[in-house]
């Protein structure tokens, strides 16, 4: 017997109203995605105690804890991405009207319980309730195509004997693939054509929490921290000296943190977008190197977003989805 195909796989997901109760799928709300890459599913550890028995064998094994750990990875779509982004960040203002709804989604102290559910080669069905996304990073190459990669921290896996996505049915994501070639940089309130690249990540560091039994007692937000990364071509020296002088035209090394603005727009038309806002980021890194070999210098820029920033990050998705 020949094994079960691998590529024949899908995740989807779902706004909880509450922590204990699992979504309910439903068509306007649930979105089924592909994987890229990574995998959500239950986890379980185990440890061996240890006694003085005199025995050079190993102690016995118990289980310490469970819960839903996941990494899934998915090409970014306007319809599925708005949810991502709720997950991750805890607010979403929706505006406007058929077809031009308007997401506005910015960070919140508390995050929402999601479900999440995977199909795996028409065999293997779980759900996954009480699920918090702690990251999500957002990236694409010059050229290449924008994906989304979810850190997923959760509580109860279901084991299921019925595929969840056929009552009601769900279809499968199928709209079109975000690339880079759609992107339109702003860079300290001016627009540019340098940025051959971007990354951003999102992380809550949420746990989870363990009392008295195997299952978790919840999972919970920690610290967030906000990060963009991108590669430039090395044109000018007015990010350069930003970072090490203080100023576009400093020439005296700073001990003060420079910051600047960063937005990173992706539309396919004024009814489909995505947007992402940084009011003030500060650079971490900024370092150009020589190249023996003559090729154009790219240099590789790290920052991170400044408290002062309110919020810190605005996301913005234009679609047809009339809430999440």
């Not at 009207?97 to 319980?113: D, E, G, K, S, V």
């Not at 203080?246 to 539309?267: D, K, R, Y």
């Amino acid at each position: 017997m020949a094994g079960l195909r691998g590529n024949e796989a899908w995740f989807m997901f779902a706004k909880q109203a509450s922590k204990g109760t699992l979504a309910t799928v439903a068509t306007a709300t649930t979105h089924r995605v592909p994987f890229s890459g990574g995998n959500i599913g239950p986890v379980r550890e185990t440890d061996t105690f240890a006694e003085t028995d005199a025995s050079r064998d190993q102690g016995f094994p118990f289980v310490t804890t469970s819960g839903v750990e996941g990494s899934p990875e998915t090409g970014v779509r306007d319809a599925s991405i708005g949810g991502i982004l709720l997950g991750v960040l805890g607010t979403d203002v929706v505006t406007g009207t058929m077809p031009n709804y308007i997401h506005t989604l910015t960070p919140a102290n508390t995050l929402p319980y999601f479900s999440f559910w995977k199909g795996l080669s028409s065999t293997l069905y779980e759900s996954y309730r009480d699920c918090q996304i702690s990251s999500v990073t957002i990236g694409a190459d010059a050229g290449g195509v924008l994906t989304a990669a979810l850190g997923i921290q959760g509580i109860v896996p279901v084991r299921l004997t019925t595929d969840p996505s056929v009552t009601p049915a769900i279809p499968m994501a199928t709209g079109a693939l975000y690339n880079f070639n759609e992107a339109t940089v702003t860079l300290g309130g001016g627009a540019t054509s340098l940025i051959r690249s971007f990354e951003l990540t999102i992380e809550n560091n949420v746990s989870r929490q363990q009392t008295d039994d195997v299952v978790p007692y919840d999972v919970v937000p920690g610290v967030r921290e906000v990060s963009l990364s991108f590669d430039m071509i090395f044109e000018t020296l007015d990010e350069y000296n930003k970072f090490h002088y203080g100023g576009a035209a400093g020439t005296a090394i700073s001990n003060t943190i420079f910051q600047t603005s960063a937005i990173f727009s992706f539309s396919k038309g004024a009814n489909n977008e995505v947007s992402f806002n940084l009011p003030q980021i500060a650079y971490t890194e900024l370092s150009p190197e020589p190249d023996p070999g003559g090729d154009p210098i790219v240099v590789s820029v790290a920052a991170s977003a400044v408290r002062g920033g309110s919020p810190v990050v605005t996301a913005t998705v234009k679609n047809q989805v009339a809430a999440y």
